[in-house]
């Protein structure tokens, strides 16, 4: 059990549009989700923690009104990137916690953004 | 298929004492491995990265040690903390994914 997707997994999009990242649970009910993201060669870093209902809580140095997530639901997180540039290019990996262990992490398999 | 372990699960040691938790994994075929912390209710905190061509990474009381050959990494945290106690996890960034390891609960007792 707790198994996490994400969907796509991989999206190669324009510079200027927008980017939406799906993030489910799909055998538990998240009560929190965490996004993060992976520069090539640097480590995965923290970008916001989201919890069902409330407004996610963003880290330092991260636009929330650029990278817009909500979390309508126990089973799904969204994580939308704005207006993207190239630098946006990243992997974006979601985490739930709330599953048979509730203070486990369970990572989904990663969205690979390329922004042309 | 990579497959990523973690040993000891659990680990309660006296503050002061110098440790070591242990990852270890099939595919040497690496492109990096990452040590995270992880608090109760808080997302990742990234530790140390370490990239397939480095042997180690230090910070601070943390240093990590990578050998591809033998498919296996440490974490050494020297003179430890109750601010230490949290669960460590190791990642490895194989073939554009990231594999997780299951994470060391550590309690460092006062």
């Known amino acids: 059990g707790a198994v996490v997707s994400q969907h796509p997994s991989r999206v190669i999009c324009k510079s200027g549009t927008s980017v939406k990242i799906e993030c489910r649970s799909l055998d538990f009910q998240a009560t929190t989700m965490f996004w993060y993201r992976q520069f090539p060669k640097q480590s995965l870093m923290l970008m916001a923690t989201s919890n069902e209902g409330s407004k996610a809580t963003y880290e330092q140095g991260v636009e929330k009104d650029k990278f817009l997530i909500n979390h309508a639901s126990l089973t799904l997180s969204t994580l939308t990137v704005t207006s993207a540039h190239p630098e946006d290019s990243s992997f974006y990996i979601c985490s739930a916690s709330g599953g048979p262990s509730t203070d486990t992490q369970y990572f989904g398999p990663g969205t690979r953004l390329t922004v042309l | 298929k990579q497959e990523v372990t973690q040993i000891p699960a659990a680990l309660s040691v006296p503050e002061g004492e110098n440790l070591v938790l242990n990852c270890s994994f099939t595919d040497s075929a690496i492109y990096n491995l990452q040590w995270f912390r992880q608090d109760p209710g808080k997302g990742l905190t990234s530790l140390l990265l370490?990239?397939?061509s480095q042997r180690e990474q230090t910070s601070g009381r943390l240093n990590a040690s990578l050998d591809k050959s033998s498919g296996r990494s440490t974490l050494y945290i020297a003179a430890s903390q109750p601010g230490d106690s949290a669960t460590y996890l190791c990642?490895?960034?194989?073939?554009?994914?990231?594999?997780w390891g299951a994470g060391t609960k550590l309690i460092i007792k006062p």
């Open positions: 990642a490895v960034d194989s073939n554009y994914q990231l594999i």
């Open positions: 370490i990239q397939s």
